[in-house]
């Protein structure tokens, strides 16, 4: 009998750790890009933090929104910026990794169903210890900040160059 309670006890224990071992990433503004209805791929970007004292490896990822989901990085190929799939993205100990537009991200490809805005996708992130943990990332609208950023710094541009022509013809009196 006092065998079984301590057993009953270890089984108990063991349910209660790794139900904690089993979400070894605190995950961020976790979001999928909206797409127009036809695409067969999105991506979904988030920050991934690793409260633990051991580096996280996500190995892969998956979602019932998608066929397949890979993990992508963005590349510098020869002045062109290509997408890559990655085998494996570490987040470092005490550190977080953030996946956004131009750089890492998770894509999905073959759309089972259109994306609506706001629809709660599920993604189940694999590690290299065999471990995933099960997060929800909404459809959201996401701007592409480059082509934002590259028309903020063409006005700014503009406003400098004026001003320096102005100084110039000052020095000319
Ligand atoms: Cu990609």
């Excluded at 494996?88 to 998770?106: F, I, N």
Aim: no cysteine.
């Amino acid at each position: 009998m006092v065998l079984v309670r301590s057993l009953l006890l270890t089984a108990g224990l063991s349910l209660v750790a790794s139900t904690a071992l089993a979400e070894p990433l605190l995950v961020e503004e976790a979001q999928v890009r909206a797409v127009p209805p036809g695409s067969q791929t999105s991506a979904a970007f988030m920050t991934l933090r690793n409260p633990g004292e051991q580096d996280v490896t996500l190995v892969d990822a998956d979602s019932p929104a998608a066929e397949v989901m890979e993990l992508h990085n963005h590349e510098d190929v020869e002045g062109v910026m290509q997408m890559r799939k990655i085998s494996e993205l570490v987040v470092p100990a005490g550190e977080s990794v953030t996946l956004a537009p131009g750089g890492l991200h998770m894509m999905l490809i073959g759309l089972t169903a259109p994306l609506e805005e706001g629809q709660p996708v599920e993604i189940e992130l694999r590690f290299d210890t065999g471990e995933s943990q099960q997060i929800t990332a909404p459809v959201k609208r996401i701007e592409v900040s480059a082509e934002g950023h590259h028309g903020h710094a063409q006005g700014d541009a503009h406003d400098h160059g004026d001003h320096g022509h102005g100084h110039g013809e000052g020095h000319r009196h």
